[in-house]
């Protein structure tokens, strides 16, 4: 089992440009999670998905938009990018209601310009 | 937690003595406290959880020790190697699917 994997590891962007974060996990998880996070900072919830189908706003969701195509699939949108979204991004996933338990993906470091 | 922008506390011990992380929590009304461990260049791995109807929770070389009275945590590793080296976040939840996390503390185990 792969576990939660993330494309692209790494991203530059020039601002203004728009990408797709890609997240995947094989662990048959109900709910999934995407994160930022800075440096010396934890991690922000930008978006979660409770259950395939259902997608909610978390801490910091201004500028960027979720899908979640499957119960296996998760993405995260950036329309337009701006440098002050210069972060490493972190998807998550959790049998919620079982465990609080979150297995988190290697991370997408993104850098826009 | 707070935020301690880019110097994040550090703990600095000698390989074989136990380290004790800890963590200030601001919601009274958490229910859930879950400490992670994220090795550089890495995404944070869970290693222990705790209810808040519990004060102690022990696993293997850990503890999570909780004082709702003042509102704390704390992670005790017991005989810490250089694999520990790492940042340690605390992260409380109130029940839902928001999970709340602190800065973190850098643990840095000396040979």
């Known amino acids: 089992n792969a576990g939660v994997t993330q494309t692209p590891k790494f991203q530059v962007l020039k601002t203004g440009q728009s990408m797709t974060l890609q997240c995947a996990q094989d662990?048959?998880?109900?709910?999934m999670y995407w994160y930022r996070q800075d440096p010396g900072m934890g991690l922000r919830l930008i978006y979660y998905s409770a259950s395939e189908g259902t997608t909610d706003k978390g801490e910091v969701p201004n500028g960027y938009n979720v899908s979640r195509l499957n119960k296996r699939e998760f993405s995260l949108r950036l329309e337009s990018a701006a440098p002050s979204q210069t972060s490493v991004y972190f998807c998550?996933?959790?049998?919620?209601?079982?465990?609080?338990?979150?297995?988190f993906g290697p991370g997408t470091r993104l850098t826009v310009t | 937690g707070e935020n301690v922008g880019l110097h994040l506390p550090t703990l600095s011990v000698q390989e074989g003595d136990n380290s004790i992380i800890n963590c200030a929590y601001s919601?009274?009304?958490?229910?859930?406290f879950i400490w992670y461990k994220q090795e550089s260049g890495k995404g944070p791995q869970f290693i222990i959880d705790i209810r808040s109807n519990m004060d102690k929770r022990q696993g293997q070389r850990v503890t999570v020790l909780l004082n709702k009275t003042v509102k704390h945590l704390s992670l005790q590793i017991a005989a810490t190697q250089p694999g520990d080296s790492a940042v340690y976040f605390c992260?409380?939840?109130?029940?839902?699917?928001?999970?709340?996390f602190g800065a973190g503390t850098r643990l840095f185990v000396k040979a």
């Open positions: 992260a409380e939840n109130t029940g839902g699917f928001k999970t709340i």
């Open positions: 998550a996933s959790s049998e919620a209601g079982v465990s609080y338990e979150q297995y």
């Open positions: 662990m048959n998880h109900n709910s």
């Open positions: 919601n009274s009304a958490s229910d859930y």
